[in-house]
């Protein structure tokens, strides 16, 4: 069963920063094979992508993040990290860790095409 644990949400002030960890278990494909993103849903508010990598380690965010946040992943520790800097108010939201195996070079920005999800972090910005 594969399971996607996030770690190291909180609540700073704006301008703060916060590094989330992600750790996934339970994999059935070789971990060469796994797109992994970050999102988040603040109340009201659809879910939106923030942040992925894919299997060759490229990166994209979303433009509300650019330059104050990055993703990177450790193979070795099958673990993905998002560090955030210079958070806003408008950042406070669950952000999630999502997975899903690919055996091409796609994957996609939305979070409907993920089919694994970790249970959330609380991130909160207060101005």
């Known amino acids: 069963q594969v399971q996607l644990v996030e770690s190291g949400g909180g609540s700073v002030q704006s301008g703060g920063s916060l590094r989330l960890s992600c750790v996934i278990s339970?994999?059935?494909?070789?971990?060469?094979?796994?797109?992994m993103g970050w999102f988040r849903q603040a109340p009201g508010k659809e879910r939106e992508g923030v942040a992925r990598?894919?299997?060759?380690?490229?990166?994209n965010y979303a433009d509300s993040v650019k330059g104050r946040f990055t993703i990177s992943k450790d193979s070795a520790k099958n673990t993905l990290y998002l560090e955030m800097n210079s958070l806003e108010p408008q950042d406070t939201a669950m952000y999630y860790c999502?997975?899903?195996?690919?055996?091409?070079?796609?994957?996609?920005?939305?979070?409907?095409?993920?089919?694994?999800w970790g249970q959330g972090t609380q991130v909160t910005v207060s101005s």
């Open positions: 999502a997975a899903r195996p690919t055996f091409g070079d796609y994957c996609s920005a939305s979070w409907r095409w993920y089919n694994y």
């Open positions: 339970g994999y059935p494909y070789p971990y060469s094979t796994i797109c």
């Open positions: 990598i894919d299997v060759g380690g490229s990166t």
